[in-house]
């Protein structure tokens, strides 16, 4: 049974860092991806960034280009998205999310296995 499991959210204030981690377990997928999507409240949930399991391609969306970046450890189990130059816009719960078949997709429904989800909260 895959599960993901996020951890690392917390409240901050604008212009600070967070780092956001995502173990992954129970899956031998030969190929797949890891995204992390955010939904803040009264919004549709949306991608953030993704990257293969191998770590050697990413994608971000363009609100968190330059100050987001993703990561993968070299089991490919453990994701990480070290967040900087935090804005209040960026509040939302975070989810990691495993896609065993495509590459890089931005379509939350893509998505196969999602994690529970970690708030992260940014003061102005």
């Known amino acids: 049974q895959v599960h993901l499991a996020e951890s690392g959210g917390g409240l901050v204030q604008a212009g600070g860092s967070l780092r956001l981690s995502c173990v992954s377990s129970?899956?031998?997928?030969?190929?797949?991806?890891m995204g992390w999507f955010r939904q803040a409240p009264g919004r549709e949930r949306e991608f953030v960034a993704a990257?293969?399991?191998?770590?050697?391609?990413?994608d971000y969306a363009d609100s968190v280009k330059d100050r987001f970046t993703i990561s993968i450890d070299n089991t490919g189990h453990t994701l990480y998205l070290q967040m900087n130059s935090l804005k209040p816009e960026d509040t939302a719960v975070y989810y990691c999310?495993?896609?065993?078949?495509?590459?890089?997709?931005?379509?939350?429904?893509?998505?196969?296995?999602w994690g529970q989800g970690t708030q992260v909260t940014v003061s102005s």
């Open positions: 999310a495993l896609d065993q078949r495509r590459l890089l997709s931005t379509y939350d429904y893509h998505y196969d296995y």
């Open positions: 990257i293969s399991w191998t770590g050697s391609s990413s």
């Open positions: 129970g899956h031998t997928f030969p190929n797949y991806s």
